[in-house]
């Protein structure tokens, strides 16, 4: 008859039992920490090689790609008068975008593919103060190939750029340039300006206007339109409306024939080293308020314009009026940055929070946005 022993075992024992497992436990869980680093390097790489497959494209590649969305838009005006420039196709249905000064006063627009196919256009949208216009083409025999509209917010100084248009009338032109710099105001004879506006060097010349400037990923991140000269030509300095208002604009043109601008109604001038000094400021930053328009969204929100002027060393100087130092909580360095945030952030009927300095005061003064007046 076999008898059965127990064995109880000791503290040591079970003690001993636990640090092995504890020790399993954290070679497993230094495993899983090597695995997940592995991990991220891998995701890491796999993200560069993306990078890397979307930016490099070639010149040849971009043309390529792009040349059956640009266009040649003539314009007749009357009797022999016309024009010519250029634009870029932005939906399947129909919908080609261009400057609005080259379709100005039109009576015909005709629109012409690079393989020399053209079609009678109407346009159905414009707006002014950006110079930019929307003209249809209804064909139900031609296929209509959009170009990608990339993302401006991410254009970097130095960044390699392309202009596809038709300079002189000469079809399909292709240059290649950088970003010289971003964010630039361009006046317009409406009275108003253009921010946020890319500068470029990539040669724009008269015929250029309307068509795309474009990315080293085949994306337009602008629109051609002006060039700084003397001589109506080519200097090595050319403006583009950015992207990023296009998709903002143009889908309301396209519904509506005309988009409504966010208006402040004020006039004033940047804060320099010479006004802040005069102001007792802490800042060089900011924008003076000089003037209020009676009845205006600046006037119903309480702002105050200048009233009283100190002469010294020959230059007027505003001793008073109120100087917007924040929007929205976002500082303001000068006029640029309220035009920009209007455009990118506000709409008609919007409100917006301005953080002005009033006789050596801080204070938040809200207002709501009506439409600007023509």
Same mark, same amino acid.
């Given at each position: 008859?076999?008898?059965?022993?127990?064995?109880?075992?000791?503290?040591?024992?079970?003690?001993?039992?636990?640090?092995?497992?504890?020790?399993?436990? /954290?070679?497993? $869980?230094?495993? @899983?920490?090597? #695995?997940?680093? !592995?991990?991220?390097?891998?995701? =890491?790489? +796999?993200?560069? &090689?993306?990078?890397?497959?979307?930016?490099?494209?070639?010149?040849? /590649?971009?043309? $390529?790609?792009? @040349?059956?969305? #640009?266009?040649? !838009?003539?314009?007749?005006?009357? =009797?022999? +008068?016309?024009? &010519?420039?250029?634009?870029?196709?932005?939906?399947?249905?129909?919908?080609?975008?261009?400057?609005?000064?080259?379709?100005?006063?039109?009576?015909?627009?005709?629109?012409?593919?690079?393989?020399?196919?053209?079609?009678?256009?109407?346009?159905?949208?414009?707006?002014?103060?950006?110079?930019?216009?929307?003209?249809?083409?209804?064909?139900?025999?031609?296929?209509?190939?959009?170009?990608?509209?990339?993302?401006?917010?991410?254009?970097?100084?130095?960044?390699?750029?392309?202009?596809?248009?038709?300079?002189?009338?000469?079809?399909?032109?292709?240059?290649?340039?950088?970003?010289?710099?971003?964010?630039?105001?361009?006046?317009?004879?409406?009275?108003?300006?253009?921010?946020?506006?890319?500068?470029?060097?990539?040669?724009?010349?008269?015929?250029?206007?309307?068509?795309?400037?474009?990315?080293?990923?085949?994306?337009?991140?602008?629109?051609?339109?002006?060039?700084?000269?003397?001589?109506?030509?080519?200097?090595?300095?050319?403006?583009?409306?950015?992207?990023?208002?296009?998709?903002?604009?143009?889908?309301?043109?396209?519904?509506?024939?005309?988009?409504?601008?966010?208006?402040?109604?004020?006039?004033?001038?940047?804060?320099?080293?010479?006004?802040?000094?005069?102001?007792?400021?802490?800042?060089?930053?900011?924008?003076?308020?000089?003037?209020?328009?009676?009845?205006?969204?600046?006037?119903?929100?309480?702002?105050?314009?200048?009233?009283?002027?100190?002469?010294?060393?020959?230059?007027?100087?505003?001793?008073?009026?109120?100087?917007?130092?924040?929007?929205?909580?976002?500082?303001?360095?000068?006029?640029?940055?309220?035009?920009?945030?209007?455009?990118?952030?506000?709409?008609?009927?919007?409100?917006?929070?301005?953080?002005?300095?009033?006789?050596?005061?801080?204070?938040?003064?809200?207002?709501?946005?009506?439409?600007?007046?023509?």
């Amino acid at each position: 008859m076999v008898k059965n022993e127990s064995h109880i075992h000791t503290a040591e024992e079970i003690e001993g039992v636990n640090s092995g497992i504890d020790v399993v436990v /954290e070679k497993v $869980e230094g495993i @899983e920490r090597v #695995v997940e680093e !592995v991990v991220e390097k891998v995701e =890491g790489i +796999e993200r560069v &090689v993306e990078e890397v497959v979307e930016i490099e494209l070639t010149l040849a /590649e971009i043309f $390529e790609q792009s @040349e059956e969305s #640009v266009v040649q !838009v003539n314009v007749l005006r009357g =009797g022999t +008068e016309g024009g &010519v420039g250029s634009g870029f196709v932005f939906s399947e249905d129909g919908h080609i975008i261009t400057n609005q000064h080259v379709v100005k006063n039109a009576k015909k627009v005709v629109i012409t593919f690079l393989d020399g196919e053209s079609y009678i256009a109407d346009v159905i949208g414009r707006d002014q103060d950006l110079d930019i216009a929307v003209v249809r083409v209804v064909d139900d025999l031609i296929k209509m190939r959009p170009i990608l509209i990339g993302d401006s917010s991410e254009l970097e100084v130095g960044e390699k750029i392309i202009a596809i248009g038709n300079p002189f009338g000469l079809s399909g032109s292709m240059t290649s340039g950088i970003i010289s710099q971003i964010g630039r105001l361009l006046p317009q004879e409406t009275g108003y300006s253009i921010p946020n506006v890319i500068q470029t060097d990539a040669a724009i010349n008269p015929g250029n206007s309307g068509g795309p400037l474009i990315n080293m990923k085949g994306e337009v991140v602008g629109i051609n339109t002006a060039i700084q000269s003397t001589t109506g030509e080519f200097t090595g300095i050319g403006f583009a409306v950015p992207s990023n208002t296009v998709k903002k604009v143009v889908p309301v043109l396209i519904r509506d024939g005309e988009f409504k601008h966010p208006w402040m109604g004020i006039s004033g001038t940047d804060v320099d080293p010479e006004l802040a000094k005069v102001r007792e400021l802490k800042s060089s930053r900011g924008f003076v308020v000089v003037s209020v328009i009676d009845g205006s969204p600046a006037e119903k929100a309480g702002m105050k314009g200048v009233t009283q002027t100190r002469e010294i060393d020959g230059r007027e100087f505003p001793v008073n009026g109120d100087i917007i130092i924040e929007i929205d909580g976002k500082p303001v360095r000068k006029i640029s940055d309220i035009l920009v945030h209007l455009q990118r952030e506000k709409s008609v009927g919007d409100e917006m929070i301005l953080t002005v300095i009033r006789t050596g005061v801080e204070m938040d003064l809200t207002m709501i946005l009506e439409e600007r007046p023509r």
